[in-house]
Nanobody, 115 residues
Framework: QVQLVESGGGLVQPGGSLRLSCATS????????MGWYRQAPGKQRELVAT???????NYADSVRGRFTISRDNAKNTVYLQMNSLKPEDTAVYYC?????????WGQGTQVTVSE
């Protein structure tokens, strides 16, 4: 079992930045892939970014070049640095830990981009 606790969400103006954190209850080095997903009202949950334990990253086209995913193995924490935020980035952001067949989700943190 892995508990995931997200933090760092909030309200920010367009063009601003936020950094999300996801603290895990287990060594993230033992988890094959960590990721961030998001779900906007009325839409399906979608991939934002993932990072493997070998530091291979993957990004959605809509965030590539603006968002950066990283991991701190010593702190068992994964981060999502979000820059140049747009109103369409508004969503609940979820942390995910995947090591087949295990698949864990956090409770989500709200990000709102608005004037």
């Amino acid at each position: 079992q892995v508990q995931l606790v997200e933090s760092g969400g909030g309200l920010v103006q367009p063009g601003g930045s936020l950094r999300l954190s996801c603290a895990t209850s287990r060594s993230i080095f033992s988890i094959f892939r960590m990721g961030w997903y998001r779900q906007a009202p009325g839409k399906q949950r979608e991939l934002v970014a993932t990072i493997t334990r070998r530091d291979m990253t993957n990004y959605a086209d809509s965030v590539r070049g603006r968002f950066t995913i990283s991991r701190d193995n010593a702190k068992n924490t994964v981060y999502l640095q979000m820059n140049s935020l747009k109103p369409e980035d508004t969503a609940v952001y979820y942390c995910n830990a995947w090591s087949s067949p295990e698949d864990y989700w956090g409770q989500g943190t709200q990000v709102t981009v608005s004037e």
